[in-house]
């Protein structure tokens, strides 16, 4: 009978027990968290740094996150950018299909970028005009650009305003 009272307690307070668990494991287990970052297990015994970031949208609340992590440069290319929405007439006649079978305008994110000279999947920056943002290679362009990237924007006003601009890109990891 008094473990039956016991496990009803318990039950009740599920999410402190949650909560619980989780410090302990941090505190036993820290190269195992997902919050740590790899740099800082050197200079820290006791539980690795968190971030505390505030979300303001409609509900505020505060969320965890992970220490941001410096990415590997993999290579730099100096290439000439244009951009592209999906229309018919910058496109095929799927013009929400990508070359590799991506839905852009499922998606609907623009972190897609078309570029020839790169495989689909490598992950580009372009520092001077975006900062830390990545692009995914989705896509490709026509075959005579084959030294050009391409990025896709949801608006073709905004694609247009883009124009051709020359600037370095950045492979990362």
């Not at 505190?27 to 919050?35: E, N, Q, V, W």
């Not at 600037?167 to 990891?173: A, K, N, Q, S």
Request: proline content about 5%.
């Amino acid at each position: 009978m008094k473990t039956i009272k016991s496990l009803r307690k318990i039950s009740n307070h599920k999410l402190e027990l949650l909560v619980l668990f989780a410090l302990v494991f941090e505190f036993i287990f820290p190269r195992y968290s997902l919050a740590v970052d790899p740099i800082e297990l050197d200079q820290s015994i006791m539980l690795p740094e968190l971030v505390i970031k505030s979300v303001i949208e409609e509900n505020s609340e505060v969320s965890l996150i992970a220490p941001s992590r410096e990415v590997e440069i993999l290579n730099t290319y100096h290439v000439p950018i244009t951009a592209y929405s999906s229309t018919v007439d910058q496109t095929d006649s799927t013009p929400c299909i990508t070359a590799n079978g991506f839905d852009l305008c499922a998606h609907n994110q623009e972190d897609v970028i078309a570029a020839n000279f790169l495989p689909f999947g490598t992950k580009v920056r372009i520092p001077e005009y975006y900062g830390d943002r990545i692009f995914t290679v989705q896509d490709r362009m026509n075959a005579r650009y084959y030294y050009r990237a391409d990025i896709w924007m949801k608006v073709r006003a905004d694609a247009i305003k883009w124009g051709l601009i020359y600037t370095t890109i950045e492979v990362v990891d």
